[in-house]
């Protein structure tokens, strides 16, 4: 019996939920305002229809880090294009967040709040990633409501050099909203930062913006008031909701994380 514990323990079965309760206060929901929407709607109104108003791109959604140097990290194309970002803690405070630095090479972004919540993650003492080990991550999927961030937890399947940034991969399934949360293993170390980009997404929308700009393609069918917002309803806004809608609806078992050696890099000088 007592080497069954031992066991346990050496696989982190025991102390998981541990780390997650110190962990979890740290990480919060990014909102990003893309349209300058959120004066028009308020932003729990915002909240109560995520997938709609990501769908229609005048919100982004992500998730984010307090670490101990009392910034935020996240994903650049979480906050890209946005007029203001938000963060809202697992408590439901309502902080603003103001860009310090972004690396859009490696798709991160380093953001200065109002005013720190709590101590943040340590990421002086970051872990190497090792292929079997535990990892898990604490997130907002789109979809998800509540307060608190959701727990994935899964296994290190891979660690890939893609056009020279280190990558790693994990069975977990990481969805639209989980961008920019931290990826950790059992002790609570930062490995790399979840990047639920879609691999899908890009390409067609870049097809259908070459379509569109084909005399006599575009149509315009009026204006829709849609939660509070006039929107000017176009063939091509229809195709990427769609498309959008597709994205954040669609589960994938395995997900991918930018390594943590570039968020060393990203804070590098921060006093």
Not at 60 to 79: A, E, K, Q
Not at 81 to 109: C, H, M, N, Q
Request: aromatic share 6%.
């Amino acid at each position: 019996m007592i080497w069954v514990f031992v066991e346990r323990v050496l696989r982190g079965t025991e102390k998981l939920p541990w780390i997650v309760e110190r962990v979890k206060e740290c990480v919060c929901r990014v909102v990003a305002d893309i349209e300058n929407v959120i004066e028009d709607c308020e932003l729990k109104d915002a909240l109560a229809h995520t997938s709609a108003l990501h769908s229609l791109g005048v919100i982004s959604m992500g998730t984010g880090f307090l670490i101990t140097s009392r910034h935020v990290v996240t994903c650049f194309h979480v906050i890209e294009g946005a007029s203001k970002i938000f963060a809202i803690t697992p408590s439901g405070e309502k902080i603003r967040l103001k860009p310090v630095k972004v690396y859009e090479k490696y798709d991160l972004a380093l953001l200065e709040p109002e005013r720190a919540w709590c101590r943040g993650i340590d990421v002086t003492s970051m872990a190497r990633p090792r292929i079997g080990d535990i990892v898990f991550t604490l997130g907002y999927p789109l979809l998800h409501q509540g307060v608190d961030p959701l727990l994935s937890v899964g296994f290190l399947s891979a660690v890939s050099n893609e056009d020279g940034i280190e990558k790693l991969t994990a069975n977990i399934s990481f969805n639209i909203g989980n961008s920019g949360g931290p990826l950790l293993n059992e002790d609570g170390l930062l490995l790399g930062v979840v990047e639920a980009k879609s691999i899908v997404k890009e390409p067609l929308i870049k097809i259908i913006d070459e379509v569109m700009k084909r005399p006599g393609v575009e149509l315009v069918y009026g204006k829709i008031a849609i939660y509070g917002l006039e929107i000017e309803l176009t063939l091509s806004l229809a195709i990427r909701t769609l498309i959008r809608w597709i994205e954040a609806n669609t589960q994938s078992g395995i997900g991918k994380a930018i390594s943590s050696k570039y968020v060393s890099e990203l804070v590098r000088g921060l006093k």
